[in-house]
């Protein structure tokens, strides 16, 4: 089993930052593939950004150029660093491991909240 916890959300005013974390423990060899989704209320959770193994990265078009994706190997960590944050942003963030199509592990999720 994989274990993923994530710290870092909170409330911020439009056009702050903030950074989240995704910590991974347990089983963690063959993760081959991290990415942050979000799911605001009334909506279906999409995918945020996401980074393979090799180091390949991803952006949801609605956040490219404001978000930032990594990974901190010796820390087993991914973090999410979010800038110029709108109020479109507001929506609980989930972390997401994978080591196969069928191996998916997810953390509790941590809410962002823009103010406008």
């Known amino acids: 089993q994989v274990q993923l916890v994530e710290s870092g959300g909170g409330l911020v005013q439009a056009g702050g930052s903030l950074r989240l974390s995704c910590a991974a423990s347990g089983s963690i060899f063959s993760i081959n593939y991290m990415g942050w989704y979000r799911q605001a209320p009334g909506k279906q959770r999409e995918l945020v950004a996401s980074?393979?193994?090799?180091?390949?990265?991803n952006y949801a078009d609605s956040v490219k150029g404001r978000f930032t994706i990594s990974r901190d190997n010796a820390k087993n960590t991914v973090y999410l660093q979010m800038n110029s944050l709108k109020p479109e942003d507001t929506a609980v963030y989930v972390c997401?491991?994978?080591?196969?199509?069928?191996?998916?592990?997810w953390g509790q999720g941590t809410q962002v909240t823009v103010s406008s």
């Open positions: 997401n491991a994978r080591k196969t199509i069928v191996q998916l592990y």
């Open positions: 980074i393979t193994s090799s180091g390949s990265t």
